[in-house]
RNA sequence: GCUCGAGUGGUGGAAUUGGUAGACACGUUGGACUUAAAAUCCAAUGGACAUUAGUCCGUAUGGGUUCAAGUCCCAUCUCGAGUACCA
């Protein structure tokens, strides 16, 4: 009986989908355990090799976990509102939906053919209205709800409605804008709805604010600052301005503090961890203002605001630096500077994003002509502006210390001829500042700085902070790099809000209407006025007496009303998809009680670190707020979290002499100028021989080009990229699948190396787990049948399966699913060497391999004369008794190099050992006479003979 | 620049708390079977020297700790990922 993998494959595939095998109940006794893939924007390249990395590791650790007995929720669903759709719509006039629904198509057959055990029942897919109602649902839960500071949490808005009728805002204590006047429970009962309106506007988690945005023009659409690669747009690579728009955000940095403290609670890996870690961007400091002085006139003092970790410099001020953008500049500009100022401002203005980003070395700035005063000294302090400081972060102010920070120090050095820029004071005790600043806080006192004096830096911090405070010009203070979230995208294929315009104050759709679906439009792209692609939509106003979207003619405004016309971004969709996939079909909640009771929150969560900034830190927002409101019973949605390693692509080049247009074979391109084109890896074999005819048809320009050859072969160029359609080095998992089965792809991904990795995809090397099945395949079956008996197994047969037992299990704990690979191997061989054929081994040996290559488990399984899937077969039990030793091959080193082993009994003592050794005649040989010094035994392990 | 990770045969990689470096595969070479090929099986395979026995050298580089270092410490180099003037 030979091996048919395609056969048996096929015949499983749609055994487990008629039988809805994976399919996991919301409730049992089992014990639960929920493992997640991030899952997959449905591109239409479909999947290559790389997709599948994470979802084998998941699938195996989902498979392994059922069969110890847990009651698994294993699923999966499609990402699927995204630019590409879009961009596609834009050219083609197809609409994005069709598109997407296309490749959701050729994404799931290309799955279902690998074998995973999702439950498809829960298929969620972002753009489906039954969907994004929820992501809408939670929208409205954001806008009506505050961060309360006293509780530290978030609540309802209405608990502050109540507190500012009775109590006005003296006592409220909240994360919100920062330009909030106070007013007594008077003012706000005598305000306006619209007043109040406004008001508690600057208080919801999610708002409107006018941000300055990163606006592509060639897109139409505003980018997140992780979405831009190098100044330009990570899609496309568009350029990208700053602009200013009115904008919905989220009020992230109300959790900055708790997104922190959070880490430590989750076992992510710790480069994830960092990166999130130094996104929130943390710095502990003081808050300082400084006021203007004013000259003869006597004008209004200004104050400026400024943050600074090192309180302890601040007799190092000598002058200060606002952001070109500075709200200040203009006012406090003196009419000598004004010229000079607004020449530097514009200047600054039209360096691009990408221009400054190539340009850090140039020190540029000018001086305002104002001065400030020194808080405890007086002396005047001149201001200037430098595009160093930016606007966004902090006060976009800074008191600059050229002794302690090197920044300023440049920047001092660089004006130092201008009479506003004075000489640079030192105030560290015994240290050269005339070739740098000196950032190093730890390693000095404080001098020339009057009560300071003498201090080391903690000290001087507090004392610091405490004399501002007496003056009420200063405090200590926590600040943050993490921003609030832009949630409005100028996109057409994304969630709309539930959001209309009475009085350009934005009103919530009650959630009993959601959801309000996408309108139609004929266009993709932004109206010709620069509103939102929904700006095209003929049917979005809303009408508050029938609930529902009517035809843009019948607002009235006094019941139909505008519809926001931009859209959610690419995050909303995925910041609560793994909760959703708890309860998908409910269209009462979000999820029931019940259901989010039951599975809690995420077990195991496998998926790239590329969304260590992005998604997976809107994610544990969402569910804090989420908890703070009591929806989820937990305030962290992932306990572990592993990053695959990307599968990267092993590129094939051939070389165009510049001039004549000869191809020429790598050997021969020595002193030669060449230009690389990609070839089509297809076109080349293992060997890196290039089928010439094949890549003239593929690529026709070189129909007639001249191939140099050497050996009489074209030999191609190799590098290692990221597999990408434009570089011709993506290998489809289709044709591996059809020539070696999807068991062999599934072994072959997991043996390339270490899960979390990244690595080349490199077919070669298949035909060894291809090869390792069918001999697995062997044990059980030879030309005549079944092989397998009922004979008793022998000890060595039983040692050989609990060796492997325990191998596969410890590697399963840890991720190495490689060495798992090995070890099925080398049991494999050793079961051949050892001509077993006992029921009591091969049984349980089909067992283990079953999360790994589930197809031919199933397979011999049922062969084996058992009915039911194997999927939930108790996995075996390690013995540690099949592999107890009673002697051991000891390593004999002298001086710590190994030369021979001698086999003892385990049972020996230390001195046993040493006197078997000391007699042992090929210990003689290598002593010749000498007496040694020492010999170190230890038993059990190795012996060492020193001298 | 900063943060994090990694450097082991021709290749992918293994070595769980310091204890036999190179498991398991790929590739290569030789052999068996075959008219031939594929498939399958057997043997060899880090390098140098040595007919055999064996000797020496080897985990990016240079030091160190230790009876013993791929593993620990210090310094350096290279590569990868993230981040971008963060006051």
Redesign the pocket.
Known sequence: MQYNFNEIEAKWQKHWAENQTFKAENNSDKEKFYVLDMFPYPSGAGLHVGHPLGYIASDIYARYKRHKGFNVLHPQGYDSFGLPAEQYAIQTGQHPAITTAENIKTYRRQLDQIGFSFDWSREVRTSDPKYYKWTQWIFIQLFNSWYNIDSDKAEEIEALISKFSSDGNANVKAVCDDDILKFSAADWNAFSSKEKQAILLKYRLTFLAETEVNWCPALGTVLA??EI?NGVSERGSHAVVRKKMTQWSMRITAYAQRLLDGLQTIDWP??LK??QT??I?R?Q?ASVTFYTVTASTGENKHAIE?????PDTIFGVSFMTL?PEHELVAKITTPEQKEEVEAYIEATAKRSERE??AD?KTISGAFTGAYAEHPFSKKPIPIWIG????AG????A??S?PCG?Q?DWNFAKHFGITQAMPAIPNIFEGVDISEEAFADKEKTIIANSDFLNGLPYKKAVKTAIYELEKLQQGKGKI?Y?LRDAVFSRQRYWGEPFPVYYVDGMPQMIAPEHLPIKLPEVEKYLPTETGEPPLGNAKVWAWCTEKNEVVPNSEINHTCTFPLELNTMPGWAGSSQYFNRYMDPENSDEIFSKEAINYWQDVDLYIGG??H??GHLLYSRFWQKFMFDRGFVPKDEFAKKLINQGMITGTSAFVYREEGSGRVISKGLTAGKKVVPIHADVSLVN??DELDIEGFKNWQSDYKNAEFVLEDGKYIVGREVEKMSKSKYNVVNPDTIVADYGADSLRLYEM????LE????W?T??I???H??L??LWKLYFDDEGSKVTDAASSAENLKTLHKTIK?VE?DIANF?F??S??TF??CV?ELTAQKCTSRLVLEPLAILVSPYAPHIAEELWNKLGYSQSISTVPFPTFEPKYLVESSK?Y?I?F???????VKLSLDLSKEDIEAAVMAHEKTKQ?LQGREPK?V?V?PG??V?I?G
């Open positions: 600052n992780d690669i710790q480069p960092d990166s130094n996104w961007g710095s400091g400024v943050f600074t970790t090192r952001a400054r980003m850090v595009d160093y400081v930016l972060y902090g006060t976009g800074v008191m210390v920070d920044r600040n790099r670190s590329e260590a900034t293992s060997s043996f390339l190396g270490p990795q990244s690595k080349p490199n070669a090397g035909s060894g787990v090869g390792f069918k001999k191998k410890e190495s490689n060495t690979v090995s191997m080398i061989n091959e390593p080193s001086n710590g190099k190994m030369k021979f082993t290598q020492k170190i230890v392990k190795i060492n020193v």
